[in-house]
């Protein structure tokens, strides 16, 4: 069922640093406390590791180390988030440690604005959002992996791409 009604669409909020930014929920399998993970080996250092979840092994991204390079302050407030990662004729699940995912906001998706500044390699970051009480980024899951981090993650569904 889509995540929508007349006043817009659901986000789940969460903050990195001092930040707020969002996911949409139609983009959001689960919300989990955080779970002990198996470390990747050869992985970028923002890759947390692997768990089972349900049957499915399931790779974790640190998004706070990905982003600013220091990880995620464990809190009871940070989640280990799942999420639909889509890939070529499939979608598997990633999880996204997340600081302070405890929060929904809901707009309408074209209340997200470009802000006109270059991302560099952080393709992952969307628009913006002006809230009352300040901005919030807009984070987009399908690009989150880039090609070499995806081919690790998830070796059996490369072959088809």
């Not at 919300?31 to 692997?50: F, H, I, N, Y």
């Amino acid at each position: 069922m889509p995540a929508r009604t007349a006043r817009g669409r659901l986000y789940l909020q969460f903050r990195m640093g001092g930040d707020r930014y969002a996911l949409d929920v139609q983009d959001v399998v689960e919300v989990l406390p955080l779970q002990r993970l198996k470390q990747v080996p050869e992985a970028p250092g923002w890759v947390a590791g692997v768990f089972s979840h349900r049957g499915a092994l399931v790779p974790v991204l640190d998004l706070a180390v990905l982003a600013f390079g220091q990880p995620a302050q464990v809190r009871t407030s940070t989640r280990l988030v799942l999420v639909h990662y889509p890939l070529a004729d499939e979608s598997r699940w990633l999880g996204l440690i997340l600081e302070q995912a405890t929060d929904t906001l809901r707009c309408s998706p074209e209340a997200f604005r470009d802000y006109g500044l270059e991302q560099g390699g952080a393709r992952y970051l969307g628009p913006v959002y002006q809230a009352a009480d300040g901005l919030v980024q807009l984070i987009r899951v399908v690009d989150l992996l880039p090609n070499d981090v995806r081919a690790l993650l998830f070796p059996a569904t490369e072959g088809a791409a």
